[in-house]
């Protein structure tokens, strides 16, 4: 088989780690949603995620100051407020209301759960020191919640330039984790 180049630009078309994720935020009595794909866990106990979020999106402000949001996991269904999410900016829209989307009270953390996605990651930030220089936030999620009628969600991953890949197939193999 022959291999060709590939540009290492488009690396991270390759790599993307996980689901695309809804990011909630709130500051000065206003909650915001940012699409975000760059994630990562990095421990298990306590639950820990690396995410990057560059320094120039609204959110990225509002976390570096607040050191808490929410990891929301939309499925295929939302696909569309998601995009929606990524190409506006909540500097001046209420992306709720834009996207008709819930916003529900967490218990951890000011910023709230999206009510519509599959699960619910209330997070703390439990390391800055990346952020200068890396914009990468260590999260640790304090608090989890799913929503226990999707048995089988079927998330999006983002393989850049506006093209998702849908997860939906599961397979069962044999493994030793627990």
Not at 144 to 164: S, V
């Amino acid at each position: 088989m022959a291999k060709k180049p590939f540009p290492l630009s488009k690396v991270y078309r390759l790599l993307e780690p996980g689901p695309v994720v809804l990011l909630t935020t709130f500051s000065k009595g206003r909650a915001n949603i940012m699409t975000m794909s760059w994630h990562t866990m990095l421990e298990f106990e306590p639950p820990l995620v690396g995410c990057v979020i560059s320094n120039r999106n609204f959110s990225f402000g509002i976390l570096k100051a607040t050191k808490e949001c929410v990891i929301n996991i939309p499925t295929v269904e939302l696909a569309k407020q998601v995009v929606g999410c990524g190409n506006c900016s909540g500097r001046k829209i209420d992306k709720f209301r834009k996207f008709s989307l819930t916003p529900m009270t967490a218990s951890c953390v000011k910023p709230p759960l999206i009510v519509e996605c599959h699960a619910n990651l209330e997070c703390k930030i439990a390391d800055g020191r990346m952020v200068s220089k890396y914009n990468l936030f260590v999260l640790e999620v304090v608090k989890a919640w799913i929503d226990p009628l999707q048995k089988h969600p079927r998330t999006i991953h983002h393989q850049g330039k506006g093209t998702f890949m849908v997860a939906g197939e599961t397979m069962r193999l044999p493994s030793r984790m627990k």
